[in-house]
């Protein structure tokens, strides 16, 4: 039995309709087949387990606080009050904050009725309201002997023979056969501006700037750009470091992916070879990351600045070469027949009426890339030893001065931030030829 052409049109919609209602349906299985997979592969239910939110908690708190250090050496009965525990924030022989009262019993006022008491024979009590008083003494091999109130010991005192450590809102002591410290955090980031050696520490912002007035504008400004606590001098020169390293990265790749291009583009290289080797040429080196070469280079080079640049150009030539080559070859013929009608040379013609139609598309490629690698340097710096992404890495790694950490990624931000604004005002200046930028 023949089938019309209403009947065939029919099951070929039937057949389309399936089609379609397969794919509605399946691949949206696929995907939640693919995330179940993925949520085990990864071990995600085991991550959510070892998940721990106080010590998330802590370092979420150490990046906006700081905590200022009482310690006691037991063995020489010397008291060492700083800032982070740094050498660079000690306060000078026999000088303390005002919470800190020395003596031959050292008092340590934590406030809401926390006070932690550093008593003669290496003994030391803390009072801790509702609780009550807590006595351990360190007595030489037999570790520290602890004294706590009648009932059970509550979870955040963490007690063994050689060491007792004691957590509350309040701060935190920790009592071992060597020493005892304590530890009390400050919201705010402290001696960002000046160090406790400095005569203008202490100061409120009007009396620093009357000082500023009174001709002492100089030494002020030393005293903040040397700070030896958090190196301002130092973190300026990273910074300029980072942005070198991707202007210098971005721009040597466009100076040298210009030139290879037009090799590369069909309509200005005739010879098949030539272009092909020239387009394998832009895969090989876009197709390995900048970090790959990163690591390559500081091999070859040794760490620093110039090796995260030649990482970036290297990475970046392939990647312009095709971008530009592609944009040679849409070029439009008729203004470039029209130059050579006129008996201009190749030179000539390539210079004025090609590149002025493939300009606009090379500066914004190339703004957007610089923009792009100013974040990359940040974690090329980190590998090849240069740059801020060197002093947020040792930042990391030290894990005590998170604050540091929380400055330096505020820094990146606003650097990427700055970089964004340039680029694209630059951009409007260049193409669009807006002289306000706007």
Known sequence: MTMTATQTLKIEADAIFRRKRLMAF????????????????????????????????????????????????NRAGDVVIAVEGERKGTYPEGTSPDWVTLGEETRIDLENG??????????VTY???????????SV????????LPEGDVPEWINKSKNRLTITTEAGRLTVTRNRTEVFRYFTGWELFFFTLDSPYHGLSFGEVLGRAFSGEAGAILHDFW?????????????????????????????????????????????????RQVMRRFFDFFRGVDALIWTIVLARAFGPGPLTGALAILITDTGSF???????????DEKQIEGLQSTGAKPVQRYRFGV?????????SQILYYLESNTRSATIIGAITGGGIGLMLTQAMITQKDWEEVSYYIVLVILMVMLMDWFSGWLRRRLISGDESGR
Not at 41 to 46: I, K, M, Q, R, T
Not at 127 to 137: E, F, K, M, W
Not at 321 to 331: D, H, I, R
């Open 226 to 274: 040397t700070n030896k606590m958090w190196r301002h001098d130092e973190v300026a020169w990273a910074m300029f470091e980072t942005v070198l390293m991707a202007f210098l990265g971005t721009m040597g790749a466009a100076i040298v992916a210009l030139p290879l291009a037009f090799l590369a583009a069909k309509n200005f290289s005739p010879l098949m070879l030539v």
């Open 127 to 137: 009072d801790v309201p509702g609780y009550g008083l807590i006595q351990a003494q």
């Open 114 to 123: 926390h006070v932690v008491t550093f008593l003669p024979e290496k003994a």
């Open 26 to 73: 399946g691949l949206p299985l696929l995907i939640l087949v693919y995330l179940a997979y993925t949520l085990f592969s990864f071990d995600v239910p085991g991550l959510i387990k070892r998940f721990e939110i106080d010590n998330a908690r802590a370092l979420v708190a150490d990046s906006y606080s700081y905590k200022t250090h009482v310690t006691r050496d």
């Open 140 to 147: 030489g091999r037999k570790g520290v002997i602890t004294t």
């Open 321 to 331: 070469g095709k971008m530009f080559s592609e944009a040679l070859e849409n070029v």
């Open 355 to 363: 590149i002025p139609q493939v300009t606009p598309v090379l500066l």
